[in-house]
């Protein structure tokens, strides 16, 4: 069982749809949570990190909830730019950087 | 942008061959990862390293060194290539693990063939 899973996808949604990822870790000592974007091609960047309160950054909000180990991320009316691939990551405290294997997302008009 | 700068940004090397991946980074980040990213599974890590001289390995080390011997320096080295290393390699740093606002930062990655 990999340490930290997501459902690969694709999620195909309209424009303006809401939809959720969810991702799973197994290490209970992770420590810090995020999730990154990444275009076709191109280098991971960070969308957001996941604070234990929860956080919202305009379309987006992400959740944690320690107690069942999952973080979620909520994309509100979707944009075609919102296109392309999310990554879950979890920091342990032995200092690895664990990236889920992503959710595809796919938006159309 | 960061300064995470991978060298070469392709290779094609053959079977059998050693071949060695440069990052370098302006930042003083204190820790440098490598991953390797196929279709079908995501990022994993190789190999990683929290300060000049110490590094531990990641859950697919098998077939690859490293070496840090100064900051801004994280070396990849893959001993003996073979094709199923065959992959993008991504370099990726950080300044610190412990906090919510720690941002790790890649490199545009090496897309490595080996025939």
């Known amino acids: 069982r990999k340490e930290v899973e997501q459902d690969p996808g694709p999620f195909n949604v309209p424009e303006g749809a809401t939809v959720a990822f969810n991702c799973t870790y197994s290490?209970?000592?992770?420590?810090?949570f995020f999730w990154y974007r990444q275009d076709c091609r191109k280098e991971p960047k960070l969308l957001m990190s996941?604070?234990?309160s929860g956080n919202e950054d305009g379309r987006f909000t992400a959740q944690l909830n320690r107690a069942s180990q999952y973080i979620s991320l909520l994309i509100r009316d979707s944009k075609l730019s919102d296109s392309a691939t999310y990554l879950c990551?979890?920091?342990?405290?032995?200092?690895?950087?664990?990236f889920g294997t992503g959710t595809r997302l796919q938006v159309f008009p | 942008d960061a300064g995470i700068t991978q060298s070469p940004r392709h290779k094609v090397t053959e079977t059998g061959t050693p071949v060695t991946l440069r990052c370098h980074q302006t930042?003083?980040?204190?820790?440098m990862y490598w991953y390797r990213q196929d279709p079908g599974h995501g990022l994993r890590l190789i190999h990683y390293s929290y300060g000049v001289k110490d590094t531990d390995k990641g859950e697919v080390s098998d077939g690859y060194s490293v070496s840090r011997s100064k900051t801004e320096d994280f070396l990849l080295t893959l001993e003996s290539a073979t094709s199923s290393q065959t992959s993008v390699y991504f370099c990726?740093?950080?300044?610190?693990?412990?906090?919510?606002?720690?941002?790790?930062?890649f490199g545009q990655g090496t897309r490595l063939t080996v025939v």
């Open positions: 290490n209970s000592a992770s420590q810090s």
């Open positions: 996941v604070y234990s």
């Open positions: 990726a740093t950080t300044r610190q693990t412990y906090t919510p606002d720690t941002e790790a930062f």
């Open positions: 930042e003083n980040h204190r820790y």
């Open positions: 990551v979890v920091i342990h405290n032995t200092d690895k950087l664990i």
